[in-house]
């Protein structure tokens, strides 16, 4: 009896790094971009100056 719950143990450890390994993504990088005042895209990845983001929400 003993022996089994080590394999349940050992089956759940690997089907939860399983599972956390599948949620980090397949290792390709989105580019970071956002819209400048002219809407046009502004990558952030690789900037040589630093950047401030504002987030306008709308609220009256």
Known sequence: ???????I???LTV???AVLAAACGDGEEEELTALDEEHEEVSLANN?????LFHFTGVN
Do not use: A, D, Q
């Open 1 to 7: 009896m003993h022996g089994y719950k080590k394999s």
């Open 9 to 11: 143990l050992m089956l």
């Open 15 to 17: 089907l939860i790094f």
């Open 48 to 52: 040589e100056r630093p950047t401030v």
